[in-house]
Nanobody, 119 residues
Framework: QLQASGGGLVQAGGSLRLSCAASGSIFSVGTMGWYRQAAGAQRELVAEIAQGGSTNYADPVKGRFTISRDNAKRTVYLQMNALKPEDTAVYYC???????????????WGQGTQVTVSS
């Protein structure tokens, strides 16, 4: 299970920090990431981070957002700075989770958290 938190309403130029923790009987957590879905749009990748720490960002957020993770806590974070109205969306966390040594990684999704940036 993935539990996301940290969304809210912020003015343009402001900052928010999202968190997402994986819980339950888990053997390992691979790549973790954040996607977002604006009203009427498709879900899109925001950023992802591998277990070893390598990162990948969507072009619209490069230089403004920072993804990080705490492997001991099985938690991924998204620090969002210099927010713009076009960042308004529901943000979903995702993680590749292995439930046992014998199982493959499988994608799990959090419930989504609303981020609204006012102009």
């Amino acid at each position: 299970q993935l539990q996301a938190s940290g969304g809210g309403l912020v003015q343009a130029g402001g900052s928010l920090r999202l968190s997402c923790a994986a819980s339950g009987s888990i053997f390992s957590v691979g790549t973790m990431g954040w996607y977002r879905q604006a009203a009427g749009a498709q879900r899109e990748l925001v950023a992802e981070i591998a277990q070893g720490g390598s990162t990948n960002y969507a072009d619209p957020v490069k230089g403004r957002f920072t993804i990080s993770r705490d492997n001991a806590k099985r938690t991924v974070y998204l620090q969002m700075n210099a927010l713009k109205p076009e960042d308004t969306a529901v943000y979903y966390c995702t993680a590749q989770v292995r439930l046992s040594w014998a199982s493959a990684h499988r994608a799990y999704w959090g419930q989504g958290t609303q981020v609204t940036v006012s102009s």
